[in-house]
């Protein structure tokens, strides 16, 4: 595909995730323009709305990028989504009649890593709204966890929200031992006991999230119970360290919103080991668009 | 309130829960006259269809007793919910222009404790899809757990359904200990590893609870990781039990689906101080109906 004279071709680069939507607009040789947040886009937990934020993000990044509103559909996307491990929702966001001139889908976990080494091989632990680990060494991929609130990601932001809030409920039936976080829960979510149930009943796994900063809180402030909480979920991610080391993957990052908050908790050995991401998320998406249409345009 | 002729009060008890809801109707003497099964009647995982589920319900139990169906409007129904011990919930349910003469609406609870004790006296443990104590002594109540899927029930069924999922992924990703549970949860969901979070992803937590004889069976068998989550759901119900003992109830009486399977997992000591129910909570739900109807009809 050749652009047609004044019609010059943008990346999109976009970082979907249970909380927040992030784009990045780049030209054709990796400057970035512009970049935008939206709402949450994770396809797990609500399809339509995960392409409202992708197209969203999009549009305010143009802006932001002083592009016209247009352009949108020329620009070749790379968008990196939680849960398109799965399946039948990779089939569902493939078969979206969107906006843009191409649109090719990797996972969040994908696109983080490219973003982190620049490069499709290495290793990366995203601690956010959720937790997952991913390694790529020699084209081979290695998946760990992510599969999900409230069955998995544990020592992620929903999954200590959510201990937490099962610790206050023990708690305020005294058969659990007390703790601060009840007071903390209490102050954030305006409710005590059984009210928390009706505040909570049916929420997102990001609103579980945004208990975590309270959590972080109240054990570095030496409350046991969130000590236990933060412990438990930062041995998971040790070990999630330790599976992915194993694969060798030259370089193993840790980011996501949680992750400068948990790294003192980790398995001591494990710090030593982490490298500092390169760039995020948004710009592995567009790394991986501009591979991969270089690629479709050669073949 | 006085029965014009031919116009004979019937009662309707319901019991309404997380998996089924269950209906009876008796005479104004409490004769038994006919039973029925409908769907999931939790409020909290289902507004309009836990209204659907107790009119259906009330419908086939009319029908097994014989009855025309016009004999609803007649009915004088106690209806026992759980999660109507959330303030809004026992508000939306009140306003509720049911199709029977009167309502008396009552927690799950209350309704399980009058049908096991024939009494408003007395203490209850219900384990099923989700777990709850409740003790009434000297018309003071006390309540304990209930607070719901995914963040409280221990011991329940759900809670056991996902504390077994959990640990299928763990050991899916060689990050927990192998288990039997994850033939078991193979067989019984067509789906391993990442699969598993396709068939559970936002299901209600009666599907949850449909894993726990699994659990059982796995713990039974001698799996360890089944054995841990057994004995963890185990010790809540115990710590639960002496809690209620503490209260003097005179008689406590463990009820529910799994009853019967977590019995033998209990803290010894508990056994002993169990009872036999005297009668199953929509038992319970009509001997309420009665006597609310008494008095509102003495007053």
Not at 24 to 38: E, H, K, N, Q, S
Not at 118 to 135: C, L
Not at 270 to 299: C, M, V, W, Y
Request: proline share 6%; hydrophobic share 40%; aromatic share 6%.
């Amino acid at each position: 595909m050749v652009s047609a004279p004044g019609e010059e071709h943008y990346y999109l680069g976009i970082d979907g995730g249970g909380t927040k939507c992030k784009a990045c607009i780049a030209t054709a040789d990796g400057r970035v323009l512009g970049t935008a947040l939206a709402g949450p886009a994770n396809p797990l937990h609500g399809f339509e709305q995960t392409l409202d934020s992708i197209e969203c993000a999009a549009r305010r990044a143009l802006k932001d990028a002083q592009l016209p509103p247009e352009t949108l559909q020329h620009l070749i996307a790379g968008v990196g989504l939680a849960g398109v491990n799965v399946p039948d929702l990779y089939r569902s966001i493939s078969e979206w009649r969107h906006p843009f001139d191409h649109l090719y889908l990797a996972t969040d976990l994908g696109i983080a890593n490219m973003g982190a080494h620049h490069s499709e091989d290495g290793a990366v632990i995203v601690v956010g709204t959720g937790s997952s680990g991913y390694a790529r060494v020699n084209g081979v991929e290695r998946l760990l966890g992510g599969h999900g609130f409230p069955y998995g990601d544990q020592g992620s932001g929903a999954w200590m929200g959510l201990e937490a809030i099962k610790a206050v409920l023990l708690a305020s039936d005294q058969l659990g031992p007390p703790t601060n976080l009840t007071e903390g829960v209490a102050r954030l979510l305006g409710a005590k006991g059984i009210a928390i149930v009706e505040v909570m009943s049916g929420r997102p796994s990001s609103e579980y999230a945004k208990l975590a900063p309270l959590v972080f809180s109240a054990a570095e402030e030496g409350d046991d119970v969130a000590q236990k909480i933060v412990e438990e979920g930062a041995s998971y991610i040790s070990s999630m360290a330790y599976k992915l080391l194993d694969c060798q993957p030259g370089r193993l990052s840790l980011i996501g919103g949680l992750a400068a908050r948990i790294e003192g908790w980790l398995a001591p050995g494990i710090l030593k080991d982490l490298s500092i991401p390169l760039g995020p998320p948004e710009e592995g998406a567009i790394l991986f668009a501009r591979q991969r249409h270089l690629k479709a345009n050669i073949a």
